[in-house]
């Protein structure tokens, strides 16, 4: 099981603003920075948001990240009918000496 | 252009054995953490195993002892040995790269998967 919780789906139409959840500990968020990542149906992960809030090079600024003691989130506004993807937090647990994914949110565009 | 490709996937049966390949182009592969990550079918992403420059390892507990990263700097190419292979270990195995810095830039670059299914 993963230690960092995510809501298992958001939705909404497009234009509208979404946000997705992470829950982790101390030893996890509490600690270190979060990255999250985006999953289009049928293709490898892509990295999204790096050290909590840093857009890599090419991401839309639409996309924002967030942190605050043990949790983290995730923003997307003006959704687009191209976001539909599932979502993943991820960072550095201390204490499993190891890293870990949250349990992906499926975001749909209604 | 930098480039992950992995290989070395197929359908082995319980307590088997397989090796894992991924190339790296573009980049090299011992100045960066690399890592592999596995996402088993309609499941989500689970980190498998780190190498970091100087060769530390660290590995996830469903994996320790089972799995071992390697990485031949002459290939640019990292290597994950899988040996007692369970079902529960079918799934895509990705490989990812973690630039090293102070400044923790995720896993900025990822390959495109291999498949692996343990079956009788």
């Known amino acids: 099981q993963s230690v960092l919780t995510q809501p298992p789906s958001a939705s909404g139409t497009p234009g509208q603003r979404v946000t997705i959840s992470c829950s982790g500990g101390?030893?996890?968020?509490?600690?270190?920075?979060v990255n999250w990542y985006q999953q289009l149906p049928g293709t490898a992960p892509k990295l999204l948001i790096y050290?909590?809030?840093q857009r890599p090079s090419g991401v839309p600024d639409r996309f924002s990240g967030s942190k605050s003691g043990t949790s983290a989130s995730l923003a997307i506004s003006g959704l687009q009918s191209e976001d539909e993807a599932d979502y993943y937090c991820?960072?550095?647990?201390?204490?499993?000496?190891?890293?870990?994914f949250g349990t992906g949110t499926k975001v749909t565009v209604l | 252009e930098v480039q992950l490709v992995e290989s070395g996937g197929g359908l082995v049966q319980p307590g088997g054995s397989l090796r894992l390949s991924c190339a790296a182009s573009?980049?090299?592969?011992?100045?960066?953490?690399m890592t592999w990550v596995r996402q088993a079918p309609g499941k989500g992403l689970e980190w498998v195993s780190f190498?970091?420059?100087?060769?530390?390892?660290y590995y996830a507990d469903s994996v320790k002892g089972r799995f071992t990263i390697s990485r031949d700097d002459s290939k640019n190419t990292v290597y994950l040995q899988m040996n007692s292979l369970r079902t529960e270990d079918t799934a895509v195995y990705y490989c990812?790269?973690?630039?090293?810095?102070?400044?923790?830039?995720?896993?900025?670059?990822w390959g495109q998967g291999t498949t692996v299914t343990v079956s009788s």
């Open positions: 991820a960072a550095w647990d201390v204490s499993l000496n190891g890293y870990v």
């Open positions: 101390a030893s996890n968020i509490g600690s270190n920075t």
């Open positions: 050290s909590n809030n």
């Open positions: 190498i970091y420059t100087g060769g530390d390892t």
């Open positions: 573009g980049f090299i592969a011992s100045t960066n953490y």
């Open positions: 990812a790269r973690d630039p090293p810095s102070t400044t923790d830039y995720g896993l900025d670059v």
